[in-house]
């Protein structure tokens, strides 16, 4: 079975900076997409970024200020979040499409997500 763990969220000053992980391991052939998504109290889930060979997708609110990056030897995905604000408080978490086995259909995986707080 695929996972995926996620770490690095925790407590931060605004302005502050979080770098968030998130590792796949299991049967994996490929990885065809991996993402991020955020979800605040009482708010909707919402898209924060996306790779995708080897191109990114931003939510607006995030440009400039988060980066994705991927590491494909490692199956892992990281997300950069530089001068945080207190309204990207959020769970966040980690998405990826993955083909398991050669031959099998492609299936979304999510992580268990990491709690992101940004207060003073």
């Known amino acids: 079975q695929v996972q995926l763990v996620e770490s690095g969220g925790g407590l931060v000053q605004p302005g502050g900076s979080l770098r968030l992980s998130c590792a796949a391991s299991?049967?994996?052939?490929?990885?065809?997409?991996m993402g991020w998504y955020r979800q605040a109290p009482e708010k909707q889930r919402e898209l924060v970024a996306v790779?995708?060979?080897?191109?990114?997708n931003y939510a607006d609110s995030v440009k400039g200020r988060f980066s994705i990056s991927r590491d494909n030897a490692k199956n892992t995905q990281y997300l950069q979040m530089n001068s945080l604000k207190p309204e990207d408080t959020a769970v966040y978490y980690c998405?990826?499409?993955?083909?398991?086995?050669?031959?099998?259909?492609?299936?979304?995986?999510w992580g268990q997500g990491t709690q992101v707080t940004v207060s003073s």
């Open positions: 998405n990826a499409v993955v083909v398991a086995q050669m031959g099998y259909g492609p299936r979304n995986y």
């Open positions: 790779i995708s060979g080897g191109s990114t």
């Open positions: 299991g049967s994996i052939f490929t990885i065809y997409t």
